[in-house]
């Protein structure tokens, strides 16, 4: 098993450019998760997914969508880069349930200039 | 969501024991007690969860107060890859991950 993978590894934008993460999970898990890590803190939710075609907010939503059309696949996209959005961005993914630990991804380091 | 305090910062020896507490004072019933820890530049990792009773596993144990407003992960014997940030983490019924900002671990040699 890959576990969770992220694409791309590391991104440079510019203002207003557009982009798309890509988090793919081999596990079968229903519900998946995209979160941000800005330096020095812990991870906030963006938004996350409890199955296919599913999605709702978390916490600091503003500035970006997601799309769960297959149940392997999560996508974060940002429409509009701004430099408030240069951060760490982790996927994680889970079975339904609260006594299952989240499995992360290596993360996304974007940096928009 | 419930919070979680922890210290900002503990230091401990290698192959020592190391105790990282943790106050929820408004935990729920329900509520799940979860343990996680980032290594440098890395993403978070699973160490441990628990509901009411003690639990071991071959990374930690948790200790959990009666009252279960405080608890305990215990590193039986820390080694220089211990060294991460600590995040106690109460699960809710939406079964999001609300981190705080944890307690970085320094393991000296």
């Known amino acids: 098993n890959a576990g969770v993978t992220q694409t791309p590894k590391f991104r440079v934008l510019k203002t207003g450019q557009s982009m798309t993460l890509l988090c793919a999970q081999d596990m079968n898990h229903e519900y998946m998760y995209w979160y941000r890590q800005d330096p020095g803190m812990g991870l906030r939710l963006i938004h996350y997914?409890?199955?296919?075609?599913?999605?709702a907010k978390g916490e600091v939503p503003d500035g970006y969508n997601v799309s769960r059309l297959k149940k392997q696949n999560f996508l974060l996209g940002l429409e509009s880069a701004a430099p408030s959005q240069t951060s760490v961005y982790f996927c994680?993914?889970?079975?339904?349930?609260?006594?299952?630990?989240?499995?992360f991804g290596p993360g996304t380091r974007l940096t928009v200039t | 969501d419930a919070k979680t305090t922890q210290p900002n910062s503990m230091e401990s020896n290698e192959e020592e024991p190391v105790h990282l507490p943790c106050n929820h004072s408004t935990i729920s019933g329900t509520d799940y007690i979860h343990w996680y820890r980032q290594l440098p530049s890395q993403g978070p990792e699973y160490v441990i969860h628990?509901?009411?009773s003690n639990v071991n596993n071959r990374m930690a144990s948790l200790a959990i107060a009666e009252d279960r407003k405080s608890s305990t992960l215990i590193l039986h014997r820390a080694t220089l890859r211990d060294a991460a940030v600590y995040y106690c983490i109460l699960i809710q019924g939406a079964q999001k991950l609300v981190f705080g900002q944890g307690t970085r671990l320094t393991i000296n040699p």
């Open positions: 628990g509901l009411t």
């Open positions: 994680a993914s889970r079975p339904p349930g609260q006594g299952y630990e989240q499995y």
């Open positions: 997914s409890v199955g296919e075609g599913t999605t």
